[in-house]
């Protein structure tokens, strides 16, 4: 439960989750890699899985849909419409999860300052489970440390 | 894991004096009133706390009449942990890959730009 690299989660109201990391690149860049399905088919999904479907029909009220496969070979699917696109600095999109109930609003905003971005998306749940799961986690400041400890404890 | 006991593992955790007795609970059992001491809190009210623990499956509570010692349960917070760190694990596996991919498309449109300003037949030399 470290918090590896720069990446910052907080949570500044009862059902969002805000995101935070610097990325060490223009911004018009960012939005490439987070926008265009051959891009995104390279670093999307947690470690081991590849992104093997990435349909992105990249325009208001247009529909976007990613399909994960993981090392063993389980899937993960997950689609959404794209509601607000403003390049270079700001995308707003549906997200769900075909796994999981409910679905959650992603609002991503790109700021530069002398080469470098940073990249925010303050995810807006529909039910508080997962964002009550991040407060749970002691990801914000203060909690992690104690909670950390426990972990490693409970990990031993 | 059914979501309502995930629910139910997740608000119990959401709150900072609960952490910290299951942060006190993983050294090992402790009585309500030993539990209740470095919290300034009444004992109801730890009680309080240690009732939405329990219900959560979190903990469990000897039957000694008296102490009835509290001692943690391992599985559903190891099985929330598990969950959360799926979760982060998602995005920290993909923003490192998101660098290597943004240096690498630096490094391209840096060596675009050489191209274009040499003349197209003459060879590249480095």
Known sequence: MKNLGTL???????????????????????????????????????????LETCEVDLRVGGAWRYMLRGPDGSKMGMSGVYRELSPPDRTVHSERFDDYPGQSIVTCVLTESEGKTTFVATVLYESKIIRDAVVASGMEHGAAESYDRLAGILAS | MSPSRLDATFAALADPTRRAILARLAAGEVSV???????????????????????AGLISRGRAAQRRPCRLE??????????????????????????VLLDEMQANEAADKKRARKTPLKKETK
């Not at chain 1, 910052?8 to 990325?23: C, Y």
């Not at chain 2, 209740?36 to 009210?45: D, G, H, I, K, R």
Request: net charge positive.
């Open chain 2, 33 to 55: 009133m030993d539990l209740a001491e470095p919290f300034a809190m009444s004992q109801p009210a730890i009680s309080k706390h240690l009732k939405v623990l329990e219900g």
């Open chain 2, 74 to 99: 391992a599985a559903p917070m190891a099985q929330a942990n598990e969950f959360l760190e799926r979760y982060r694990q998602f995005w920290e596996a993909s923003f490192q890959r998101l660098d």
């Open chain 1, 8 to 50: 910052k989660v907080t949570t500044p109201s009862d059902r969002e989750v805000v995101l935070t990391r610097v990325f060490n690149a223009p911004r018009r860049m960012v939005y490439d890699a987070i926008t265009k399905p051959e891009l995104l088919k390279r670093w999307f999904g947690p470690h081991g899985w590849s």
